[in-house]
């Protein structure tokens, strides 16, 4: 059976284009939600015929209104899994809650290093030698779920953040389609923090 899932995305979208891209996904992307009007995310998901629709975090009093849209627009479109793909907002725990280990992130960095935002920068500034990417499942921390699969990215001598973060991206484009492949299978069996693929 082919899953349906959903993916939230606020900018460029350009891991969006690689799960579009993935010759062998095993999931149907459903449905594309953007919380910004202007995200690229949404043309791509235009060009493939995918439903794309924007949820716009401005116009909300609230996170918990906000992720309550979200929420009924994933169950209203069947959704069975969540993969966020540069998806700017934290969701809420209602969410969480409605998709237990079935929402997916990609971070751009070696996880616990360098949560939040500008991982990239952070790495950099912090002179690491090596990060990376990094697929885990979604819990109520930020950047803190379960890991499903990790990239690593060498630092080089000259890198800024623009060099490192493209060189992190060839790596997330090549991940993050095996690994939505994987859940889509039923390949995924989370044990407390660790997951198994089977
Ligand atoms: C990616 O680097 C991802 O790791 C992070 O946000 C970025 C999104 O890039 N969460 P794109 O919009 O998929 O091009």
């Known amino acids: 059976m082919i899953i349906n899932i959903a993916v939230l995305a606020s900018g460029v979208g350009s891991n969006l284009q690689a799960l579009i891209d993935a010759p062998d996904l095993g999931a149907e992307i459903s449905m594309v939600i953007s919380d910004r009007p202007g995200a690229a995310a949404l043309d791509r998901a235009g060009t493939a015929g995918i439903p794309a629709l924007v949820v716009p975090w401005g116009e909300f009093d609230s996170r918990a209104e906000f992720c309550k ?8 479109a069947g959704a069975d899994g969540v993969v966020l793909a ?3 907002r934290v969701l809420s725990e209602d969410v969480i809650a409605a998709y237990p280990n079935r929402v997916l ?3 751009p960095s070696l996880l616990p290093a360098f949560p939040g935002s500008n991982a990239v920068a952070q790495a950099l500034e912090h002179g690491v030698k090596v990060t990376g990417v990094t697929v885990h499942f979604v819990d109520e921390e930020v950047d803190h779920g379960p890991i499903i699969a990790q990239r690593a990215v060498p630092v080089l001598p000259d890198d800024d953040v623009a060099s490192l973060q493209a060189r992190i991206q060839i790596e997330e484009h090549q991940l993050y389609p095996q690994v ?3 859940f889509a299978a039923g390949r995924l069996q989370v044990e407390g923090r660790k997951v198994r693929w089977d």
Do not use: Q
């Not at 849209?69 to 209203?76: D, M, T, V």
């Open 69 to 76: 849209a979200i929420l009924g627009e994933l169950e209203g």
């Open 86 to 88: 540069g998806f700017m």
């Open 105 to 107: 992130n990609i971070h």
């Open 180 to 182: 939505v492949s994987a």
